[in-house]
Each structure stands twice: as structure tokens, then as C-alpha cells.
């Protein structure tokens, strides 16, 4: 798995950039409302309460009132045809500008100094006397005795600094009338500037959404393809013992279902959790000054309480799901290859009552873990909705103070949604995760079996014994069993030669066969193919020396073609004919319309068992290997097919060596040797006229079949 998320770390380092980049704009359109809301609907378009454009009478006010010399950051600017183009509010007079940067203590006694201004020309006292304010008149104001201006500025210095400035805007935007500049304009001008800011940031949201999205897609479905692959692979090295722990019903679910589960939590943790903490941390960082963050603290609790409550009841029943997806999925295969078996005996009921067992139990299980993680959302919605709320209901008293703006009380709803979602996506994560767990276990289950049978080395044959196979004293038992199925096993087969192995039910003949082609390891001795111990070849090197036509005819979907060649992909079509003549099967072919094109079903049942068992003999013979191996493959065909099939073996593969298994005597009368297998043990090998004299085994087998004179 971590080999894997290696290979596209690339992909997956871009998909957290784009998040990143995702999260900044998600979290900067916030902003843009709460300024669009305070400044270009309640400041009319003043968005600094630092004056920037003042009259030549209100500099000298202010100045004389503040301790900052102003001329350092404000420029005069006089009324001339240049400047009148470039200020166009220059009309009565000179108009100061402000030209640099504000230190921050220099902007605090601007600040002061204006709302003291303010608070001067709004005086209803100087007003009814009809005092001009000017530098001398501040000065005999502020120090006087009699004007109560110390009271003034400890109520000004007790306002919170969110009036402070709206104060300072309100003087702002007066001094601008006092300039002539039109407020709605500037308003206008701000608000069509803020919208386009946001238009084009939501566009670009757009796109890295898609690109993310696209990225994040293919990522994880090249991570579920090279999973399949990796478990396809690896169930492909498997013996027949690694085989006995997985059923094949679970292995279909492995590399099929759990690997969906993976890929689509795979998706949502590129999407979604990856980015739930990003909103969620920067949206904290954005809040974190703001007296309310108390509400959300409790909203998060809240959530987190919830979401460990219902992991509690679900996470147990997840585990449950997979395997009973297993069992369906057993029954289900298990029904239609037994389909015939199952009519004959009339079991059509019974069965379909099995599967509806199996069935509901998947589907109580699964109303339960839906039912219950379906309450996430509702209960989710509710959270956020009542934590909405308490912050309209908190927002309205600091609002009512002075304390908070409008615009600040919508950036925090948006930014406490944005948080609460957050979580709402990690709740996701709660739903999915435990299935894709145990998906990811049952996929490392498989990746993870060590194979009992392993490829070491692979040595070069013997070119003076090619085509020669040879047991020497080998025995065997099952991996999990405790008696030898196979015992002392002792014979050699040269080249060309034919060695046929007959013996009663469960004597072992077809043990063999797999032990030949190395699907079981011996417990004791060795197999010795063209001079060199199986275990000391390669499979590929191995499986392409040895022809084998198994017990139960496999073909595979596709063409007849597709089939001869499935052991060698450069086979030509004289080939190909050769081989269908050789299994008796040409003719049967050729009266098809389509010939050698001719469709196959999965598995050949679109052709009858005999046609089926003659096409995997000729697929066989088409490797054109050293070593045969007929397991039972003569049982599907009549008497006269099957003389004729062995006759033509040995006519066309002469030089091969050849392994009948069998249960007619009449298949294996004529080969060249006979190995008469007893309960797991030799209990003669010969030629027929020997063992027919001297093995009493085989002469009961063949007088069982055929009459002495037959025999004779």
C-alpha cells in the first residue's frame, strides 16, 4: 500500500497544494463580504479611518491638535489646470493628501485627533455660540476648565476601537462632501470593484476545483488499478494450498468490492478530509481574535461527542458487512455453476430460500449502519443551525454596543460554517473508514500470504535427458493433513515414451499430476523434469516443458483461436489445423460457419463436453511441449474418439513423452508403461500383459471393464 501511494506521491503532493490554494480563496470570500457589507454599504465606499484628502482648514485643526507632524506624510496639493485633472475634487481651495505610509503610533494620534475634531465641530455648545473652530479656539477649548473636555476624553478613551473608527468614517465622509466628492459614486465604485473581486475568485475556485477533482479522480483510480493487478497477481503465484484459505467467492469480493471501498475513500480523503482541516484551521485562525469563539468551542464539542457515539454502535457491525458479502457472493456462484445439479434434484426452493437468508441478513445489517449514520447529518444540520443562532443571538448584543460591525457578525457565520462543514466532512471520513479498514486488511491479507510454493532458482536442463521425468522415492501429504496421500513413489519415464496411471477412486492418480506440475511441493524425495529437480526451475520454465490437459475441460471466452493459442501466442493457422487434427477436433470446427473464429463462451459451454475436451487437448498440443499430461482427459469422449485421439498422439508427438491418467483400461492398455496406484502406494508398474499376470489390482480394475477375452 505505501509502495503505491510512493509511486503518486507527485499527484498527491499537487491535490494538498491545490487544497491549500482552494482553502486561501474559500477563505478570502468571506472577507470580501463582511467589507462589501461595513464599508461600501455602511462606510459608503471609506475604507481607511485614517483621512487620506482633507481641507487646508482641516489640516491646520488637526494639526494643532495631534503631536504628529503632519506635513511629513501629508503633500499639499494646490489648485492648477494639472492637478484639477488629476484631484478632481480641487475646486475652492488647496487640499492636503496623504502621501506615505503611517507608523501605527503615528496613526493612532491621527485617529484620535480627527474623532476630537469631530467631537468639537458637532458640539452643541460651540454651535449655539457660534465659535469658529480654528487652532486658537481648540487650543482655549481644550485647556480650559470650564468646558468639561477632560470628562469628553475619558468617555472617549473608554469607546471600544471599533467605534473609534466609525467615528473617524463618519468625520471622513463629511470632509469628503465638504470636497464635493460624490459618496454614491464612490460607494458604487467600491462595491462594482469588491463584486469583481469575488466573481473572478470564485471563478478561479471553480477551476482548481476541477483540477483537483480530476487529479484526485485519477489518483485514486490508478491506486484501486494497481491494486487489482497487485492481488490479481498475486492470487495468480498461488498453490492449490494458499487456495484452501480463501475461497474463490472472497477472492472475487478482495479484488472487486474492497477494492472500491478503497478507491472511493481514497477519493473522499483527497477531496474532502485533506481539506476539512486546512478550512477548519485557517477559518479558527480567522476567528480567533473575535470574542465569540466560545460558541464555536461548543458547537466543535458537540460534534465530536456525536460523531464517537455513533462510531461506538457502527464501527462493529462494518466488520460484519464485508463477510456477509462474501457469503452472498458464495451462494450466488455456487448457485449458478451447480444450476443443473440443483434443477435435476428439484432443489429450486430450498436454494433460492438459502439466498434470501443470506440476503436479508446483508440487508437487516445494512438498514442498521444506515439508518444509524443517517442520523449523522440531520443531527449535524441541527448543530450548526442552533450554533447560527446563539451567533445571531450574541452578534446582535455586540452590534447593539457598538462592539461588532454587521459585516463582521456575517464574515464570522460564514467562517463558523466553514468550520462546522470541516467537521462535517471528517464525519464522512467515520462512515466510511471503518469499511475501507477492513477492506484495506482483507486486501493486505492477501497481499501479505507468504506462498508455500516459491521459486528459488532456475537451472539449465539436461540436454541428454530432455523429454525424461522421474519420481524418486516421493512422498506427500496435504499441508493440513496428517496421512501421506502419496507414499515411496519410484519410476522414471524416458522420451517418447507413454506411462499410463490407473487405480481405484482416491488412489492418488490426479495428485500426481498436480505434483508433476509443481501445484503442491513433495513432503519427500524429488520430481525430476528433463534431468533437474522441479523445485530448482522456474514456473514459466517448468509449466512450458509440460502440456497439460486437465481433469475438467477450461476454455476460456473469446474464439477457438484465442483458445489453441492461449499457450502460444505465434501459433500459425497450419498449426492450429494440425493440432484440431490431432484431437479429433478439426472437423467439428470446420463445419462451423465462422471456423476458427468461432465464439466461445466463458468457460466453453456453448460446445458439448466432448468438443470441449478435444479443444484442450489440441491447445495442448498446439505448446507442442516434451512432457503430456492427460489428466482423466479421454473420460468426455466415446471409445472409437478416444483410440483415435491416442492414436494420432503417437503419430504427431512421437518424441514426446506422455502422461495418461485414466480409469478405462481400454485407454491405457496400450502404453508403453502402467503405473497401478493402490491407496496412495505402487502397486505395480509394468506393461498390461504383466500387471494383467502379476497385479492383482489391476487385473480385478480391468476385469471390472472387459471381458477376458477383450483383455487377452
Known amino acids: 500500500m505505501k509502495n503505491i501511494l510512493k509511486k503518486y506521491g507527485l499527484s498527491f503532493f499537487a491535490v494538498v497544494a491545490l487544497l491549500f490554494v482552494q482553502a486561501y480563496c474559500d477563505l478570502a470570500l468571506p472577507d470580501y463580504t463582511s467589507k462589501i457589507i461595513n464599508v461600501g454599504i455602511q462606510q459608503k465606499g471609506v475604507e481607511s479611518e485614517i483621512i487620506d484628502k482633507m481641507t487646508d482648514k482641516t489640516y491646520a485643526n488637526i494639526n494643532s491638535l495631534t503631536s504628529v507632524d503632519l506635513s511629513k506624510y501629508y503633500e499639499k496639493v494646490s489648485k492648477t489646470d494639472a492637478n484639477i485633472k488629476k484631484y478632481s475634487y480641487l475646486k475652492d481651495g488647496d487640499v492636503y493628501v496623504l502621501k506615505g505610509e503611517l507608523s501605527e503610533d503615528d496613526k493612532k494620534s491621527i485617529l484620535d485627533s480627527t474623532i476630537i475634531y469631530s467631537f468639537l465641530l458637532n458640539n452643541d455648545a460651540i454651535k449655539q455660540m457660534g465659535i469658529d473652530i480654528n487652532p486658537t479656539t481648540i487650543e482655549y477649548y481644550t485647556k ?19 467605534m473609534k473608527k466609525q467615528y473617524a468614517i463618519s468625520f471622513i465622509s463629511s470632509e469628503y462632501e465638504r470636497l464635493g466628492i460624490n459618496l454614491k459614486d464612490l460607494q458604487m465604485n467600491y462595491l462594482f470593484k469588491s463584486g469583481t473581486k469575488m466573481i473572478v475568485l470564485s471563478l478561479f475556485i471553480m477551476v482548481v476545483i476541477i483540477a483537483t477533482t480530476y487529479i484526485s479522480g ?18 495468480m503465484s498461488f498453490s492449490k494450498s494458499e487456495f484452501n484459505e480463501f475461497e474463490t467467492s472472497s477472492l472475487i469480493t478482495r479484488s472487486t468490492n474492497d477494492i472500491t471501498q478503497i478507491q472511493n475513500m481514497l477519493t473522499m480523503v483527497l477531496r474532502m478530509v485533506l481539506y476539512a482541516p486546512i478550512i477548519g484551521i ?7 481574535n473575535i470574542n465569540m469563539v466560545w460558541v464555536l468551542g461548543l458547537a466543535i464539542g458537540a ?14 457491525k462494518f466488520k460484519i458487512v464485508q463477510k456477509l458479502i462474501d457469503r452472498l457472493n458464495l451462494i450466488v456462484r455456487e448457485t449458478l455453476n451447480g444450476l443443473p445439479v440443483i ?17 436479508t441478513d446483508l440487508k437487516k445489517l445494512n438498514l442498521f449502519t444506515q439508518r444509524l449514520m443517517s442520523l449523522m447529518s440531520p443531527l449535524m444540520m441541527l448543530i450548526m443551525n442552533e450554533t447560527i443562532i446563539l451567533i445571531y443571538f450574541v452578534g446582535a448584543k455586540h452590534i447593539d454596543a457598538g462592539t461588532m460591525q454587521v459585516g463582521t457578525l456575517t464574515a464570522l457565520i460564514s467562517y463558523t460554517m466553514q468550520v462546522i462543514m470541516s467537521f462535517l466532512m471528517l464525519s464522512m471520513l467515520s462512515i466510511m473508514a471503518p469499511r475501507a479498514i477492513i477492506s484495506i486488511n482483507r486486501i493486505k491479507e492477501v497481499l501479505n500470504k507468504e506462498n508455500t510454493i516459491k521459486e528459488t532458482k532456475n537451472l539449465p536442463f539436461d540436454n541428454d535427458k530432455i523429454g525424461e521425468l522421474e519420481f524418486k522415492n516421493v512422498s506427500f501429504k496435504y499441508p493440513d493433513g496428517d496421512e501421506y496421500v502419496l507414499e515411496n513413489l519410484n519410476f522414471k519415464v524416458p522420451k517418447g515414451s507413454t506411462l499410463a496411471i490407473i487405480g481405484s477412486t482416491g488412489s492418488g492418480k490426479s495428485t500426481i499430476v498436480k505434483l508433476i506440475d509443481r501445484f503442491f511441493d513433495v513432503t519427500e524425495g524429488s520430481i525430476l523434469v528433463n534431468g533437474v529437480d522441479v523445485k530448482d526451475l522456474s514456473f514459466e520454465t517448468l509449466r512450458h516443458e ?22 502460444n501466442d505465434s501459433l500459425s493457422e497450419e498449426d492450429m489445423e494440425k493440432s484440431l487434427k490431432v484431437a479429433c477436433a478439426y472437423d467439428f470446427v470446420m463445419e462451423k460457419n465462422e471456423g476458427l473464429q468461432y465464439p466461445i463462451n466463458q468457460g466453453g459451454t456453448n460446445v458439448s463436453g466432448g468438443q470441449r475436451q478435444r479443444l484442450c487437448i489440441a491447445r495442448a498440443v498446439a505448446m507442442n511441449p516434451d512432457i503430456y499430461v492427460f489428466d482423466d482427459s479421454f473420460s468426455a469422449l466415446d471409445y472409437k474418439t ?17 502422461i495418461i491418467v485414466a480409469q478405462r483400461v481400454a485407454t491405457v492398455m496400450n502404453a508403453d508403461q502402467i503405473l497401478v496406484l493402490d491407496e496412495g502406494k505402487v502397486a505395480g508398474l509394468g506393461t498390461h500383459e504383466y500387471l494383467y499376470k502379476n497385479c492383482k489390482v489391476y487385473k480385478e480394475i480391468a476385469l471390472s471393464q472387459l471381458s477376458e477375452e477383450e483383455l487377452s
Open 144 to 162: 480650559s476648565d470650564t468646558n468639561n473636555f477632560d470628562e469628553y476624553l475619558t468617555s472617549f478613551n473608554n469607546l471600544d476601537e471599533s
Open 218 to 235: 485519477r489518483l485514486a483510480g490508478m491506486v484501486a488499478y494497481d491494486l487489482r493487478e497487485k492481488v490479481v497477481r498475486k492470487v
Open 282 to 288: 485557517g477559518a479558527l485562525v480567522k476567528i480567533i
Open 303 to 316: 460534534i465530536l461527542v456525536l460523531i464517537i457515539i455513533l462510531m461506538l454502535f457502527a464501527l462493529p
Open 343 to 359: 434443477r435435476a434434484f428439484a432443489r429450486e426452493k430450498e436454494e433460492i430460500n438459502k439466498f434470501d437468508k443470506a440476503n
Open 546 to 567: 509440460i502440456g497439460m490437459v486437465p481433469q475438467k475441460g477450461m476454455l476460456f471466452s473469446g474464439t477457438i483461436e484465442s483458445n489453441l493459442k492461449f499457450g
Open 642 to 658: 478416444d483410440a483415435s485421439v491416442r492414436k494420432n498422439l503417437n503419430k504427431y508427438c512421437e518424441s514426446a513423452t506422455k
